[in-house]
Nanobody
Framework: VQLQASGGGLVQAGGSLRLSCAAS????????MGWFRQAPGKERELVAT???????NYADSVKGRFTISRDNAKNMMALQMNSLKPEDTAVYYC??????????????????WGQGTLVTVSN
């Protein structure tokens, strides 16, 4: 499975960005796809996850502001980010997990990763 993330950039606080993640390869084996982020000096943390059946989970810090979506037919996942804050600044990664038995919240559980895309939110 190969993942390609795109859509990061520089935006002012209160603005919006949309991230995309394209999947290729043995995508039939993917159950959970997720967005994680990593700020300088911090661990990679969960932003949102979505299963192949559409079950969604958000980190408390982004609830009400971010929306995750997935198009299984197009092998795409997206993250619409609204009302961005400076503390949202990080490298955002898309990840994929094959396991049908869990919706993992820890980055270590994910087997496949995209290359990361930088989101910078200025004051």
């Amino acid at each position: 499975v190969q993942l390609q993330a795109s859509g990061g950039g520089l935006v002012q606080a209160g603005g919006s960005l949309r991230l995309s993640c394209a999947a290729s390869g043995s995508i039939f084996s993917i159950n959970v796809m997720g967005w994680f982020r990593q700020a300088p000096g911090k661990e990679r943390e969960l932003v949102a996850t979505i299963t192949s059946g559409g079950t969604i989970n958000y980190a408390d810090s982004v609830k009400g502001r971010f929306t995750i979506s997935r198009d299984n037919a197009k092998n795409m996942m997206a993250l619409q980010m609204n009302s961005l804050k400076p503390e949202d600044t990080a490298v955002y990664y898309c990840g994929a997990d094959r396991s049908p038995f869990r919706i993992a919240v820890r980055a270590a559980a994910y087997e496949y990763w995209g290359q990361g895309t930088l989101v910078t939110v200025s004051n």
